[in-house]
């Protein structure tokens, strides 16, 4: 069975600082990959999404995430975070026509 | 971009009772739409997928008689909790699939905060 691990329960980081969070999936096969972000009290919101291509990819808010097949990682970066960046931050994986997977979740916190 | 919504966003009802979730995909259609429970500093948790026309499937250890789970069309699921019980209390979500317009992404909508007194 498929499963997502993020490595980080919870970051801390200041503003201007740069940002990483981990994720790593345990299926071998061809994947879709995603990170979702959860605001504090607002719903799940699609922040970027990688299927084929350039495994660099570019999302909203400056997000970007690099897909590494041979490290089954696909990775959540930022140059400078904010302290608006403060969300919960999903990374999940799918097969094409099966059900998603989502890791457990990495907490971001910004202190300005 | 798509657009799920949910109602109601927050009900509480009492022990015993009934209450209806609605999901639904408002700019896309959905063969496919999730429900989730969502507990407090926790990840999601798969509850069933619902298929147009079709039976949900429902994931283990979660009852399906408790759980009912309708999608009668490509844009509207419902979530049903038969009584009710304070255990039931959580924030329950759902998403839709988006295949057509989107590629393969799922949609989430804005959840629903169940209280059970």
């Known amino acids: 069975a498929q499963s997502v691990s993020q490595h980080n329960h919870h970051v801390i980081l200041s503003e201007a600082a740069s940002l990483e969070l981990g994720c790593n999936y345990s299926?071998?096969?061809?994947?879709?990959l995603f990170w979702y972000v959860q605001y504090p009290g607002q719903h799940l919101q699609l922040l970027l999404k990688?299927?084929?291509?350039?495994?660099l990819v570019k999302g909203i808010k400056g997000f970007e995430a690099e897909f590494i097949k041979s490290k089954f990682s696909f990775n959540l970066r930022k140059p400078s975070v904010q302290w608006s960046d403060t969300a919960e931050y999903f990374c999940?994986?799918?097969?094409?026509?099966?059900?998603?997977?989502f890791g457990p979740g990495t907490r971001l916190s910004v202190l300005p | 971009g798509a657009v799920v919504s949910q109602h109601p966003s927050r009900v509480i009802c009492k022990s015993g009772t009934s209450v209806k979730i609605e999901c639904r995909s408002l700019?896309?259609?959905?063969?496919?739409m999730f429900w989730y429970r969502q507990f407090p500093k926790k990840s999601l948790m798969l509850m069933a997928t619902?298929?147009?026309?079709?039976?949900?499937?429902?994931e283990q250890g979660v009852e399906k008689d408790k759980f009912l789970i309708n999608h009668a069309s490509l844009t509207l699921s419902t979530l049903t909790v038969t009584s009710a019980h304070p255990e039931d209390s959580s924030f329950y979500i759902c998403?839709?699939?988006?295949?057509?317009?989107?590629?393969?992404?799922?949609?989430f909508g804005p959840g629903t905060r169940l209280t059970v007194l």
């Open positions: 619902s298929n147009e026309g079709s039976k949900a499937t429902y």
């Open positions: 999940a994986v799918s097969l094409y026509g099966q059900n998603f997977v």
């Open positions: 990688y299927f084929s291509g350039d495994p």
């Open positions: 998403s839709a699939r988006d295949i057509q317009t989107t590629g393969d992404t799922q949609y």
């Open positions: 299926y071998g096969g061809t994947v879709n």
């Open positions: 700019d896309f259609q959905a063969t496919t």
